[in-house]
């Protein structure tokens, strides 16, 4: 965690309390596309915060500021103030393109039932030697290295992690933690039977999405909902719903029911589910 202390002192050499910018996962170089959180850290809390960036202020009042799809645009200087007390500034600088090494999911789904597991599986062209990965899971504020053992080839590498915490975010790097580097990929577990499955990557200006309506140990969905908001926005048999031109109105809340059964249930109605709510986020806005 990065930490920013200002130690302001008050006529009569009374020190006020420090207030501390920090970011959340640690990442010492930042691509776009990235996920990240900034937090306005102090001794004391519960009160308003305000947050300027390039000495504008923001319409953002909490402690934490999130940064879910990294630009060129984020690049600069950063300020929370409480109580009358501003930090220092935390500066970002946002890479415009991406990482040279890939990270996707090779056996499992961007939503998974908690207490499953995924396979990642890691590539860099040049060479793994000296990697690493990392996991920071978001409602235990931990983040942890997962070092490897061997390699499937000197540019490949798997690993099977089990889910805990409602949200984990996960990427490679090699030992200097700097330019060399994988993407994020960010995985969610939900107690629901159904979910909504996309890309886990944000989507992308100008290219498809597509989202499905799954139900965990079936496929016999008769019928499924898509909604973006509260407005539905497909309606049928399908339980695939495709966007073909991803734009800035994109971006959104989206959720789905489903009306389905089981193979080994022969009698009674079908059951019918809703999704938890998933965020879309749009990169290249």
């Known amino acids: ?37 900034l937090g306005c850290n102090s001794k004391t809390s519960g009160s308003s915060v305000k947050w300027y960036f390039n000495d504008s202020e923001q319409h953002q009042t909490k402690e934490i500021f999130e940064i879910a799809v990294a630009s060129p645009k984020h690049s600069g200087s950063y300020q929370c103030e409480t109580n009358g007390q501003k930090s220092d500034t935390f500066s970002i600088s946002v890479i415009e393109h991406g990482p040279s090494a890939s990270l996707t999911i090779k056996t499992g789904h961007p939503v998974m039932p908690k207490g499953g597991a995924v396979i990642l599986q890691l590539y860099h062209e040049d060479g793994l030697d000296g990697w690493l990965c990392w996991v920071y899971r978001r409602e235990k504020k ?37 330019e060399k580097r994988s993407n994020q990929v960010t995985v969610r577990i939900s107690d629901q039977d159904i979910f909504l499955e996309m890309y886990p990557l944000p989507a992308v200006v100008g290219e498809p999405l597509t989202l499905r309506c799954l139900v965990w140990g079936t496929d016999r969905i008769s019928k499924a909902v898509f909604y973006k908001g509260d407005t ?9 719903h495709k966007i073909k031109d991803v734009t800035e109105s994109t971006e959104g809340k ?17 059951y019918h589910k809703f999704s938890d709510v998933q965020d879309v986020f749009v990169q290249g806005m």
Request: with cysteine.
């Open 1 to 37: 965690m990065f930490l920013l202390y200002s130690d302001r002192v008050m006529s009569g050499g009374k020190q006020l309390p420090f207030l501390a910018v920090t970011m959340t996962p640690e990442l010492k170089t930042i691509f776009s596309g990235d996920l990240f959180y």
């Open 142 to 178: 931990q983040r942890k290295s997962i070092r490897f053992k061997s390699l499937d080839t000197p540019t490949d590498f798997t690993f099977q992690t089990l889910l805990t915490d409602p949200m984990s975010i996960f990427w490679c790097t090699n030992k200097t933690q700097q």
């Open 232 to 240: 539905v926005i497909a309606d049928g048999k399908a339980f695939t």
């Open 254 to 270: 989206y959720k789905c029911d489903a009306t389905y059964t089981h193979v080994a249930r022969t009698a009674g109605p079908d």
